[in-house]
């Protein structure tokens, strides 16, 4: 484990070398979270029953944002190692492929959440006040829940990733798990207001442990809710690492028998 920690340690002083750019490079949050202010603001004002305030829609959405975005091209650093054939190269490494580029890329990802839930909570606080019901014995608890979905959806883009061993182009796979999270997982809206079928449904999906169970958790914190998707998370990270590892053994072996 030591070694992935230093791998976590070395991606987060790399991101670091050129903090004002990547800073400057985050900012877009701001835009994209005065742009759900002005849109709820309009949807609330037709009187519009939901089971979220107003001020609530927003900060899930800013916590949304914040755990979402920061790995989007994970995707292209492992296809691009499969394809060229660089894989073979970390084969007889002493460490595990997946589990490295895993935590290479939770330090940009952590990063990235830090600097977008500073700035998504700077304009939240200014536009709508601030986070509703806030309690300090919360924060953790609430850290907690938005790390693990960070990690989950990691996982999840490197498990579909692996699919680079056999599938030529799974750009295809990596847009539609992106669609299933912005619609199905809770990132543009609740699901509450999904219909009851499709409620049920999305409900227990690995996409709504990364938007819709995390975020929700946070804006109506209650030890129930928490313990209800910190228990999801995980059991959804123990079968995607399970998955992975076995995925990425076929694809080994495929890459042997093929001469690499």
Known sequence: MKKYLKVLG???KNSTTY???FLLGNTFIILIIIIFVLLWKNIYSQNVKLNFTYKETIWYLIINEAVFFGNMNLFRRIEDDIKSGNVAYHLNKPY?????ILFETLGK????FAVSLTFGSIVGLLLVGGFPNFKVINAI????????????NLLIYILISLTSFWVEENKAFIWIYRQLVFAFGGFLIPITLFPKTIYKLTHYMPWTYISYHTSNSCVKFTFASFINTVCGQLAYIAFTLLAITLLFRKGAEALNVNGG
């Open 109 to 112: 990802s952590l990063l990235t």
């Open 96 to 100: 595990n492929y997946p589990i490295y």
């Open 10 to 12: 070395i991606s987060l």
């Open 19 to 21: 903090l004002r750019d």
């Open 141 to 152: 608890p609430m850290v907690i829940m938005m790390l693990l979905s960070i990690f989950l």
